[in-house]
């Protein structure tokens, strides 16, 4: 069983940046690939951004390449993103997900979810 919780979310003008933390509970987080998904008001759940259990391999929806960067801290239990250049369309409940070992971009393939944190983007 994997807990995660998401910090990091807030207000922030257009042109601006946040980092978003996720922090994992248990004693194998080496041991999941890590992915960061976001959902805006009356849209579908969709990727953002994912990282392999050993950091090696990442992943990026077109629409944040360039702009995020995912990464982790397997000694903290933690995966960030960290979010730059950020635009309106970037507004969105952002959820951090874990799965065994390798990166995946569909939702169904995550097991563990975080309880999402607010990221509003105001132009």
């Known amino acids: 069983q994997v807990q995660l919780v998401e910090s990091g979310g807030g207000l922030v003008q257009a042109g601006g940046s946040l980092r978003l933390s996720c922090v994992a509970s248990?004693?194998?987080?080496?041991?999941?690939?890590m992915g960061w998904f976001r959902q805006a008001p009356g849209k579908e759940r969709e990727f953002v951004a994912a990282?392999?259990?050993?950091?090696?391999?990442?992943n990026y929806a077109v629409s944040v390449k360039g702009r995020f960067t995912i990464s982790r801290d397997n000694a903290k239990n933690t995966v960030y993103l960290q979010m730059d250049s950020l635009n309106p369309e970037d507004t969105a409940v952002y959820y951090c997900?874990?799965?065994?070992?390798?990166?995946?971009?569909?939702?169904?393939?995550?097991?563990?979810w975080g309880q999402g944190t607010q990221v509003t983007v105001s132009s």
């Open positions: 248990g004693r194998t987080f080496s041991s999941y690939a």
């Open positions: 997900a874990a799965r065994p070992y390798t990166i995946k971009v569909s939702i169904k393939e995550y097991n563990y």
């Open positions: 990282i392999s259990s050993g950091g090696g391999y990442t």
